[in-house]
């Protein structure tokens, strides 16, 4: 098999420092004014001498050093645009500096979603000056894309914080499948939007879900097994040689006559990983219909139950906790969203099946 599973004693344990718990809770539904930088109608002004260190590089390497919060192909924009002087003459990205140059700074922030404001409720659970957080419901695309015009998570931010049309893709770092449900960042400005794509990259968004599988898990482990594109049907993913390594972390939280009530821990986020990885151990979760099988009825169960099973209409799988490091001061945050009640109605169901047939 492609898949290695290691035993995982110490799922769940935090890094050292200091986190801050919160628990997911509908903010205000308020429109936010546009902040100091990132507002699709404000205007960025740096200033800044360059360093001696810096001698003999490339103007936007240099800059991109000088301005971590700024991506270096951004700041290449600005220096083609003629937003960037040195010494008060404009210049170009491959020109070398010396140390000791003043660069100045003035670019306007251009509206970079294609997409349109919609009046779409969502839950936004926690928001400052560089973060949002919302607690998706099933059955709402994160972004536009084919056969998906509008009616997106992405429509409704940019409607609810007008200041995102400034960020790539609306602040939307990461996304959830459209039946996934639960927690999910969105950037508020340019700063936020670096810090957070490079903290993915580097593994430091801790994403935890709850999930119900078919079958019965002996423990907990990690399924470390490559994902790629499946050869046959484009639209799905699979485990495969070639594929992008990926690893989920799982432990076991309630077991019931023919499932399993597990918590997964995402070490990478390759597309569909934790539906994937579950359907390639041979436990697909519960309502998943690319992934999974025929459902898995325990003997006499009641009419409810069957149904339930038989009619789960989503992969039952929740976002559930959420942790970062905030952009700005660095301080380590987590949130967490209880799982919604269709969800919880299965878990309820599959518990009584349990406590009422005991084997």
Partial sequence: ?????????????????????????????????????????????????????????????????????????RIQVWIRDGAVTVDGNPTRPRD??????????????????????????????????????VNKPAGLVVHPGAGQPDGTLQNALLHRFGELAGVPRAGIVHRLDKNTSGL?????????????????????????????????????????????????????MTVRDGGRPAATHYEVISRFRAHTHLRARLETGRTHQIRVHFSHL?????????YGARPRIPKRASDETVKLLQTFPRQALHASTLSLNHPVTGERLQWHAPVPDDLAKLISALQNDRDEHGD
């Fill in 184 to 236: 999910l960042v969105v950037a508020r400005t340019l700063q936020a939007h670096n810090a957070l794509t490079a903290a993915l990259k580097q593994r430091g968004v801790g994403r935890q879900y709850d999930a119900v599988c078919h079958g019965i898990l002996s423990g907990g482990g990690t399924i470390d097994a490559p994902v790629g594109r499946h050869s046959a049907d484009r639209k799905k």
């Fill in 1 to 73: 098999m492609i898949h290695s599973l290691r035993q995982n004693p110490v799922f769940g344990a935090r890094r050292a420092g200091c986190t801050r718990f919160v628990t997911a809770s509908p903010c205000n539904n308020r429109r936010s004014s546009l902040g100091e930088t990132g507002g699709m109608n404000e205007k960025l002004k740096l200033d800044a001498v360059v360093p001696p260190d810096l001698a003999g590089i490339r103007l936007d390497r240099a800059l991109a050093r000088m301005f971590p919060d700024y991506s270096r192909s």
């Fill in 282 to 290: 041979g436990h697909p979760l519960v309502g998943d219909r690319t």
């Fill in 96 to 133: 070398p500096v010396a140390g000791g140059e003043h660069i100045r700074v003035d670019a306007a922030f251009k509206i970079l979603s294609e997409a349109q404001p919609q009046d779409i409720a969502i839950e936004v659970v926690h928001e400052d000056d560089s973060l949002i957080v």
